[in-house]
């Protein structure tokens, strides 16, 4: 039987905040579905970031897990969160008050590591470059939530206003899947915008070397977007050679190249 996750917060006197851009999703067919995205979860280890009273939480442990991780920064929910060990006694349940974004992954990679996450707005593109590449890191699969604005610049194509930084890391890193869309009027507080879940899974190609190359001219190329490749990119030695070799017009911006595009001048600079 599903816990009426309004009913508990309510219980328990808890108030969302605003500063640590708190919405939770009550609705549990949503976080069902984004559960079931990921299963099977048994064989790996699962790690929640930012679990909050537990909704999607109560999902991901309907599914069966071998283990859960929960890290969580507020310990407004320690309580909360360590009751759930009585509901779901089959699972070992692990508990980490702490920042995800000084966590070390590493003590927890051994097995492969599914992750989910509904995602604090101010904070969800950090936390989601933490982990690029997947691959370095043994993580298998993500869901992760995501105010719409930034679902739509991951899944941002070239030539679009929307394609930037973001797009050419995360699917040169990933192969990207939405899995549902939130509107706004299932999470409380009621947020201005609607969200999306998406299923991200590594690609096997990615070289951690050439990663980290992107991600350094990237920067340089969306921080003056406006700008052609051969001015915004002119501090590196020889740009216009590479661009050449690589066969981008002299009048290219970073929004007009593909990934493949990127990943091929990174690799020609940095050879």
């Given at each position: ?153 991951i899944l941002a194509l070239p030539g679009t206003k929307n394609y930037s930084r ?42 951690i070397n050439t990663f980290s190359y992107l991600q350094s001219i990237t920067k ?52």
């Open positions: 039987m599903n816990v009426k996750l309004k009913d508990l917060i309510d219980k328990n006197n808890i108030i969302p905040k605003k500063s640590l851009g708190q919405n939770f999703i009550f609705d549990y067919n949503i976080l069902d579905k984004i559960a079931k995205s990921l299963i099977p979860l048994q064989e790996h280890t699962t790690l929640e970031i930012g679990p909050g009273p537990g909704g999607l939480s109560r999902s991901i442990l309907k599914c069966s897990p071998d283990k859960l991780i929960m890290v969580e920064k507020d310990l407004t929910y320690k309580k909360l969160l360590a009751n759930l060990g009585k509901e779901f006694n089959k699972t070992k349940i692990t508990l980490i008050i702490e920042d995800f974004l000084k966590f070390d992954l590493k003590r927890f990679n051994k097995e492969p590591l599914k992750i989910y996450s509904n995602l604090p707005y101010y904070i969800s593109t950090q936390i989601l470059m933490k982990l690029l590449p997947l691959n370095k890191y043994n993580i298998s699969e993500v869901a992760f939530t995501f105010q719409k604005e930034v679902a739509e610049r973001l797009s050419v890391l995360t699917q040169y890193a990933c192969k990207i899947k939405k899995i549902c869309t939130l509107p706004a009027k299932v999470f409380y507080p009621i947020p201005k915008v609607d969200s999306l879940a998406i299923k991200f899974m590594p690609n096997k190609n990615t070289n340089l190329a969306f921080g003056k977007r406006r700008k052609m490749l051969r001015n915004s990119l002119s501090n590196l030695v020889n740009i216009s050679d590479a661009l050449k070799n690589c066969e981008i017009k002299d009048t290219a911006r970073a929004e007009d190249l593909s990934i493949e595009q990127f990943v091929r001048l990174s690799d020609k600079i940095n050879s």
